[in-house]
């Protein structure tokens, strides 16, 4: 990424290596929640901002420790599973004594020869799951209001084209975007409150999917939690397997080396929920979990051993381990619409609990945009994918 990025009219970081003066804490883990911020934030007026690479990964999780709430999706080590030719960044603002961060990907716009040689454009999304501004407990909406008009001008001034967020669900962070962001609703996500009793929980799955727990149980199948990646061949076959039988976009074939940066980089929050029947594993599951949340990420099952309901089990021990290690919400996910049969399933261990899930939208270089899709403002709009230019 070329060109100085300025804050406040002046440069806050070295524009080569695209990072920021390191942050530095005093009293972490003490009873101040105040975060001391970098020297190039610390010495602005209100409006400051700077911005973290990965190699500053220690400073960017002491950040997320000092929001309201986090996610595993905000975590230095989910953006080292991704980052790739997409560059990782953490946007931190700073308004008084409160803060906003923003991480997101970083991609070079492939223009085709439709901008003139010589100028380079970029566009940011969320990563696969979820992401967004997340905000220290003090931040109020005017906190919110100055982020960002500080952040749309960070894009103005470094060529970021478009924004494309994966708001979190139950964070509900798209509120805060409200006439800043164009957020819409696509689709439900399932959940379970995991402060309840193991009682209550069960109470919650509908009756048919307590049958079928207890025909897995009394047909043999076992279930083990696992956090090392000992069956990773059974998984990526029998996940393979699954996409296959789905007709899965090729977005969804992840590759082996994908999985390994996750049992590199999230090591500790990770694990693998395996189903067996007579010593094969026939079902199995990927979930990926924080302090606050835990994922089912990834996971299939074997087509012929549908009628052994053991994911029912799996999803059921999975539960009841995030359940009792004292994780607050159990997110299942959605499926491709509110009325598909994965939809309906998972809606099977929570038919009460659905959270809405919102995504976000924004061009902050029409002008740009318009060159690179041959299309008007108005047949921008009616193409369901965004950014349009990626799918032209």
């Known amino acids: 990424m070329s060109g100085k990025i300025l804050n406040n009219g002046r440069n806050c970081f070295d524009p080569g290596a695209m990072t920021c003066i390191g942050l530095d804490y005093e009293g972490y883990g003490q009873a101040s929640k105040t975060p001391v911020l970098p020297a190039c934030v610390r010495t602005m007026t209100a409006g400051s901002f700077c911005l973290l690479t ?32 997409d560059q990782a960044r953490l946007f931190v603002y700073r308004q008084d004594s409160e803060f906003v961060v923003y991480p997101f990907l970083l991609r070079k716009v492939d223009h085709g020869g439709k901008i003139p040689a010589g100028k380079n454009y970029f566009d940011i999304t969320s990563p696969y ?73 069960w109470s919650g799955y509908d009756y048919s999917n307590r049958k079928n727990i207890k025909k897995a149980t009394r047909s043999g199948v076992t279930v083990i939690i696992d956090h090392t990646p000992r069956f990773f061949s059974d998984f990526s076959m029998i996940y393979r397997h699954t996409m296959d039988r789905n007709n899965s976009r090729d977005f969804y074939y992840f590759p082996d080396s994908f999985f390994d940066k996750i049992h590199r980089f999230l090591d500790g929050n990770y694990l693998y929920a395996h189903a067996f029947l007579e010593g094969k594993l026939i079902s199995t599951e990927l979930l ?89 403002d108005e047949e921008q709009g009616q193409k369901a994918f965004f950014p349009p230019y990626r799918r032209c």
Do not use: M
């Open 129 to 201: 799951g979820y992401g967004g501004p997340l905000a220290s407990p003090g931040a109020d909406g005017q906190t919110f209001h100055d982020f960002y008009k500080s952040f749309e001008r960070f894009c103005q001034d470094s060529k970021i084209i478009t924004e494309f967020i994966r708001f979190h669900p139950l964070i509900h962070n798209h509120e805060q975007a409200a006439g800043y962001v164009e957020a819409e609703r696509n689709s439900s996500v399932v959940f379970i409150d995991l402060s309840q009793t193991e009682e209550q929980i």
């Open 288 to 376: 990926l979990y924080g302090r606050t949340f835990i994922h089912s990420f990834l996971g299939g099952t074997l087509a012929e051993y549908f009628s052994f309901r053991p994911n029912n089990l799996l999803k059921h021990e999975a539960i009841l381990w995030a359940k009792r290690r004292g994780i607050g919400y159990f997110i299942l996910g959605g499926g491709r619409n509110d009325d598909d049969g994965i939809f309906r399933y998972k809606q099977t261990f929570a038919k009460d609990s659905l959270a809405n899930y919102y995504i976000g939208k924004k061009i902050h270089d029409q002008d740009t945009v318009r060159r690179l899709t041959g299309l008007t």
């Open 54 to 85: 990965l190699a500053e990964s220690e400073q960017w999780t002491n950040l997320l420790q000092k929001v309201k709430t986090c996610d595993i999706h905000y975590e230095p080590g989910y953006y080292k599973v991704f980052e790739g030719n």
